[in-house]
């Protein structure tokens, strides 16, 4: 993804989480749940077939806007503000952003997984690099517009 630029990573990411909002296909596989356990709840599954599908490590990344004012807490003002989504099951991985008083800032939470013991540092030790590779073009994009 290296090819890509910021903007164009942003453009793609935004068409493939509208696709996939704007899908049908978990609404009719909610609808199908809710029937068939509504009318028949002894037909649940065993827990171990939940067991399974929660343990398989999986991703969850959202993006809060914050408040743009300050607010305060026991009469002190917050200077930051973080937060992480929920977790469930083993091996999971989260990231956040959450944008306050003009500022974002990025939260991660993440379980070691047997199948992937390396995967929260990976994370982890990408982002300085990540975010380094952002702020250049961040910084190449404000010099061309600061010569027009």
């Known amino acids: 993804m290296k090819d890509l630029s910021t903007k164009g990573l942003i453009r793609q990411v935004k068409r493939e989480m509208l696709s ?42 959202t993006n809060v806007p914050g408040t743009t004012l300050p607010i305060a807490f026991a009469g002190e003002e917050i200077q930051e503000f973080r ?19 003009g500022k974002v800032s990025i939260g ?25 590779s952002i702020l250049e073009e961040a910084i190449i994009e404000l010099s061309k517009k600061k010569k027009l």
Not at 38 to 58: E, N
Not at 88 to 99: D, E, H, R
Not at 114 to 126: F, Q, S
């Open 20 to 61: 996939i909002k704007n899908s049908i296909a978990p609404r009719i596989l909610y609808d199908c749940f809710q029937a068939l356990l509504g009318f028949a709840p002894g037909l649940s599954p065993p827990t171990r077939f939940y067991d399974y599908y929660c343990d398989m490590p999986h991703g969850v990344f």
């Open 83 to 101: 937060l992480f989504p929920p977790q469930s099951g083993k091996g999971s991985i989260g990231i956040a952003l959450i944008s306050y008083c």
């Open 108 to 132: 991660a939470i993440t379980d070691i997984h047997r199948k992937y013991p390396g995967l929260a540092n990976g994370v982890c030790n990408r982002f300085t690099e990540e975010f380094n």
